[in-house]
């Protein structure tokens, strides 16, 4: 009867198992719809829905012969491990007569609130009464009516939605080990609510609201701004802390609307800090460069990219013309490409170049969630205090071109630059910002004086001000490229939105500068031919090819995964 | 036309009912038109009909098999005939209890007291044999529990994890292992338990220290619901007494009478006091509420025998349960199976030993009666009770405690045994504890009363236990007020199905309590639902005229 891998048959289709795994997980893994409610891989396993349960068969251990088991009772598939020979029936009119059963119950005391509810179109309860409800209400009693509360700095709780099945609460007390959420009153007055002036402020709190599977906790960042079917979404990477949390943005028109966490078990596991879900704000920040300047009389005057450009090389030239050396800091909040390529236009003007990584923020300490838990425990959710998604990548990068110990970090830069005595080899500067805030610090800015000065950079700050040339360039929504975090993992991520108008990402800006060196410098000439366009997976195979420490661009770079499609809710006949 | 034309039928049929013949409307034309035909939309009775009088006739034949209970026709007033089957009674040896003694005499039994009286000489028997022995003593007796599952309470023990002895015999140490009391009588219409903790609690003592040696177990719990301040202060100071008299504590049992691993084997006792929630009743709620959490039952297996209390082994009985434990050891497990009943089915498990029943409700003496298991309710309320109160008719009796459903003014005959289940369409024993209706009381309030308290009880972790028992109170409630339709009775039924019936649907029983409850006592007294409810008219289309002539 058992064969060499145990195996169960769901709805007539046998599926392999590992052992440990309950009948859920064999069941979501081979893509077979059983409705869940209270089920999260994440969180410990309660079974309080009631609507994942199943008939279940087994075989008598001593005959073979399958029989009901546990006495023919139904069974919840989230609790019960699944065991060799299993027969599981989602579908058996036992099973959908509770399905329909607890749909009901769970609709009669929810208001009618659809119209208005920001869940909406990505409501657990929708899908399912759509799919296992009935159609009509035979509730004609009052419902049960709760309020709405102001639950933290990010959540709002709408009680009347909440359907209890206290993945929240779990969450709190099981994940952050806060446990602000609880569960208070009885039966069908039950609400979630937090004790009395604790409100729910940790920094894992946004996930509570990814977690609801109803419209109860809600975001109040997203409260009322979109009706989440017009929004679209692109798989991205944290693109201000080290730790590389896979992320979706979710956008529409041009404009990013929220930041959820996209699952990776051997990354962010299902969760995002709030830091990474609310930190997308800069990309619409009103500070957005949104033109080339050039520096007149002192002070930046609007320019136009061909100027710019040609200014820009020719005081890079001029700079090692008069026997002084150029540099570049490459911010750690660029991609890899880019760096590559940022790299690349230095060397192009002086083989020496100097070769940096910019400032790499670190605000308080490493913390692994939950507390106590070991950093490699599957569940384990780690925030890292490094502030800069990309600062490993963009070493290995400048280090494959400059050689090992040929890149400087920060404080060797500004030394470099001569800080302090303004007196340095270096002549001119290639700058690179991209940081969610303002950066500029007074050592930068001392030792920038007297060089010449090329800032790229998506906010105004005093070193824009003070550069020759300053160039508008695109955030991490507005371009593609890798990430590498701070375990050493080189993520992908894809662009979600055109850039911001007027602005280039670091990359393109870095080809056009290619372009017009290789041009002789002038842009009239440059006119004939066009730069290459920015592309991130042609520059990571070029990169691999060119190098051979680049190698891993080729082989390793985690992309995310596809999207798992929508199944056709109808039945399909063969014709 | 058509309007006119039924009012013209309707004050016809005015006319018509009035002559005493029944109501038509008058046929005019020859087109199709709308006629209201009066359909009462209901299920056919479930088909407990038939099936309760099948099984009445088996009850009926098996009062017979009883001879005491035939002898015991009861007359109001005569002098009692009822005997307990050990000639005296067991549980309430200290306590005076109708029909045996008058409870004036009741106080509360100190340690002394119980020991003159022949008290912890059980435990004392218990000490001279070896755990595993007195395990298997319990398992002979049959000793069913008496919270309301009437699980075998020797055979609950022997799923604790199975000791490793070493090659001289000695046993490794259990560690933590706990024993729960389960003293959380919330049940409606229960009130055994209390009267134990009330004048005899060294009885429920000597019974833990039983179990605690049997089961090496080292720390008990009595978790005694919030509203029991009275009985909680009892036990505290029984407690007290029985630590200063080396029953508990530091020295070991019976002042380091018993030798475990180690040196003596003692026993540490304590008293929680629940906040006040039935639900803190269920086994597993109990644990947690013990945890200092909120007392919501916990998902099984893991079975608190193998993970309970602080997720170690863990041992859960009824007060009643363990205050036998001392006689059984005394007097062996022969003896007590000499009283109560065997099961009439074959294999069935039988209903030894005596029980506390509390008789409330219509009746002339309401009280708690030790009586064996087995007597007929009729008995009960009879002779112990003296009759229905006022001389009415029995109408019905809530098995024992409302979870268990109710018998029918044709059960009055059902043997108060484990078995009632079975025979009565009840879903069990439960407490024993009946409450009695007489003919005038409103079943339709009963359904209602009883299905507020689940609604309120409810601890709302099951989607089903947490929405259906508000919906069914809502209906009920309408129902009792005229407002409800035949096809509401029918969904009545359907959500106390859908609650509880279909085994598995919760976590715990407390949603099949509310099912049997309510949904008994809609099938055993249909017809007064039906009378309160209007029926559902659903309109038809028919055609008449050259059709329905041909
Ligand atoms: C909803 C619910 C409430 C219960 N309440 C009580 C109670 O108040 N007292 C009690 O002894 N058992 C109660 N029980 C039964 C216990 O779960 C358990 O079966 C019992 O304590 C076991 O002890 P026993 O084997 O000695 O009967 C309740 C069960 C359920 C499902
Ligand atoms: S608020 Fe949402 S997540 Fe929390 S218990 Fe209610 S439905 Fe579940
Ligand atoms: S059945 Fe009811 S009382 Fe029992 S666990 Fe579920 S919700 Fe709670
Ligand atoms: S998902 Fe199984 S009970 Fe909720």
């Known amino acids: ?575 | 036309m058509n309007k006119s034309a039924s009012q013209l039928g309707s004050r016809k049929a005015g006319k018509e009912s009035s002559r005493g013949t029944p109501a038509r409307d008058a046929p005019i034309g020859n087109g199709p038109r709308l006629a209201r035909v009066r359909i009462s939309v209901s299920r056919p009775r479930l088909s407990h009909g038939t099936l309760e009088t099948r099984k009445k006739h088996r009850g009926a034949r098996r009062v017979r098999l009883i001879p005491d209970a035939r002898k015991a026709r009861p007359t109001l007033g005569t002098a009692m005939s009822y005997t307990l089957k050990a000639g005296q009674p067991i549980l309430t040896k200290r306590i005076p209890c109708w029909p045996f003694a008058d409870p004036k005499g009741r106080h509360v039994v100190s340690y002394d007291e119980y020991v003159r009286s022949g008290g912890y000489e059980g435990l004392r028997k218990a000490l001279s044999m070896k755990p595993d022995s007195v395990t298997e003593e319990v398992k002979k007796s049959v000793l069913r529990g008496r919270g309301g599952a009437g699980f075998p309470t020797g055979l609950k023990w022997t799923f604790l994890p199975k000791l490793t002895t070493d090659e001289s015999g000695v046993e490794a140490d259990p560690g933590a292992r706990y024993l729960a009391i389960n003293a959380d009588e919330s049940e409606p219409g229960t009130f055994k338990d209390r009267l134990l903790m009330d004048f005899d609690p060294h009885l429920v003592l000597e019974g833990i220290a039983i179990c605690c040696y049997a089961c090496r177990i080292r720390t008990a719990f009595i978790f005694i619901r919030g509203e029991y301040h009275h009985q909680a202060h009892v036990l505290e100071t029984a407690i007290k007494e029985a630590y200063e008299n080396g029953i508990f504590g530091g020295k070991g049992l019976l002042g380091g009478t018993a030798t475990g691993r180690g040196g003596p084997f003692a026993v540490e006792c304590h008293v929680h006091r629940g906040a006040g929630a039935y639900i803190c009743g269920e086994e597993t709620a109990l644990l947690e509420a013990l945890e200092g959490k909120r007392g919501w039952p916990r998902i099984k297996p893991p079975f608190p025998a193998i993970k309970g209390l602080f997720g170690r082994p863990t041992i859960i009985n009824n007060v009643e349960t363990v205050a036998h434990l001392p006689s059984i050891v005394e007097h062996g497990s022969e003896w007590f199976t000499r009283q109560g009943v065997a099961s009439t089915f074959p294999n069935g498990m039988a209903s030894y030993g005596t029980k506390l029943m509390g008789v409330s409700g219509h009746v002339n003496r309401p009280g708690c009666y030790e009586c064996d298991l087995g007597i007929p309710l009729r008995t009960l309320v009879e002779e112990h009770c003296q009759g229905m109160r006022g001389g009415k008719k029995f109408k019905g009796a809530i098995a024992g405690g409302i979870s268990m459903g109710i018998l029918g003014p044709d059960q009055y005959e059902a043997e108060m045994d484990f078995d009632i289940g079975r025979k009565h369409n009840v879903l069990g024993l439960g407490t024993a504890c009946p409450t009695v209706f007489d003919q005038d009381t409103d079943m339709v309030a009963v359904a209602r009363n009883i299905a507020r308290f689940f609604k309120h009880e409810s601890c709302g972790q099951c989607t089903p236990c947490r929405e259906g028992s508000g919906w069914l109170y809502q209906l009920l409630g309408r129902i009792e007020e005229g407002h409800g339709r035949t096809k509401d009775l029918d969904l009545t039924l359907e959500i106390a199905t859908s609650m509880g019936s279909m085994p598995g649907t919760t976590i715990c029983g407390l949603a099949d309590g509310n099912n049997w409850a309510v949904r008994t006592i809609i099938n055993k007294y249909r017809a007064e639902f039906e009378a309160r409810v209007r029926p559902t008219f659903v309109p038809i289309r028919m055609t008449v005229g050259a059709m329905a002539k041909g």
């Open chain 1, 1 to 575: 009867m058992s064969s060499p891998t145990p195996t169960i048959t769901i709805n007539g289709v046998r599926r392999p198992f590992s052992p440990g795994q309950t009948i859920l997980q064999v069941a979501n893994a081979a893509g077979v719809e059983v409705p869940q409610y209270c089920y999260h891989d994440g969180l410990s396993v309660v079974a309080s829905c009631r609507i994942c349960l199943c008939e279940v068969w087994s075989p008598n251990p001593r005959t073979g012969a399958l029989e009901p088991f546990m006495g023919g009772k139904l069974v919840p598939s989230c609790q019960q491990t699944a065991s060799d020979g299993m027969v599981v029936h989602t579908d058996s009119p036992k099973a959908v007569a509770n399905q329909k059963a607890v749909m009901e119950y769970l609709l009669i005391n929810h208001p009618l609130d659809c119209p208005v509810c920001d869940q909406s179109g990505e409501c657990f309860l929708q899908d399912y009464s759509y799919q296992y409800g009935r159609g009509v209400s035979r509730f004609q009693e009052e419902k049960v009516k709760q309020p709405k509360k102001d639950l933290g700095n990010h959540v709002l709780l709408y009680s009347d939605r909440c359907i209890m099945c206290t993945r929240c609460v779990r969450f709190t007390r099981e994940v952050t080990g806060t446990g602000e959420l609880m569960v208070m009153g009885r039966g069908n007055k039950e609400e979630i609510d937090v004790f009395p002036g604790i409100p729910i402020n940790n920094e894992l709190s946004g996930n509570v609201i990814d977690l609801c599977p109803v419209g109860a906790l809600l975001d109040k960042d997203f409260l009322f701004q979109q009706r989440v079917w017009y929004l679209k979404e692109t798989p991205s990477i944290d693109p201000i802390t080290a730790s590389g949390d896979n992320i979706w943005i979710h956008h529409n028109e041009g404009k990013i609307h929220r930041v959820k966490p996209r699952e990776n078990p051997r990354v962010n596991k299902w969760w995002i800090t709030d830091e990474v879900r609310y930190g997308w704000k800069f990309v619409h920040s009103a500070d957005r460069l949104g033109a080339p300047a050039r520096k007149q009389y002192g002070y930046p005057a609007q320019s136009d990219f061909p100027r710019a450009y040609e200014i820009a090389v020719a005081g890079l030239r001029r700079a090692v013309e008069d026997g002084g050396r150029v540099a570049l800091l490459a911010s750690p909040m660029i991609a890899c490409e880019e760096a590559y390529l940022l790299a690349q236009v230095v060397r192009e003007i002086d083989r020496e170049a100097v070769l940096a990584v910019g400032p790499v923020p670190v605000k308080g300490s490493d913390r692994v969630y939950p507390p106590g838990a070991s950093e490699d425990d599957p569940r384990a959710f780690k925030v890292h205090a490094e502030k800069a998604p990309n600062a490993r990548g963009v070493r290995r990068v400048l280090e494959a071109l400059a050689g090992p110990g040929q890149v400087l970090d920060f404080e060797a830069f500004l030394r470099a630059m001569g800080k302090g005595t303004g007196s340095s080899g270096v002549r001119a500067a290639l700058v690179t910002g991209n940081y969610p805030s303002a950066w500029t610090t007074p050592e930068l800015l001392g030792c920038l004086g007297g060089k010449f000065i090329v800032a790229i950079d998506t906010l105004a700050g005093p070193h824009v001000d003070a550069a020759d040339i300053s160039l508008p360039a695109a955030t991490f929504a507005e371009k593609s490229g890798t990430f590498e975090n701070a375990r050493g993992m080189i993520q992908s991520f894809e662009r979600a939105l055109t850039a911001f108008e007027g602005a280039r990402p670091e990359g393109q800006i870095a080809f056009d500068l290619l372009h017009l060196i290789a041009c002789g410098g002038e842009y009239e000439r440059a006119g004939a031919t066009r730069p290459e366009v920015y592309d991130a997976a042609d520059i990571r195979s070029r990169m691999a090819a060119e190098h051979e420490t680049l190698g891993v661009f080729a082989s390793a770079v985690g992309h995310p995964a596809p999207r798992p499609q929508a199944r056709p809710d109808m039945r399909l006949v063969e014709i």
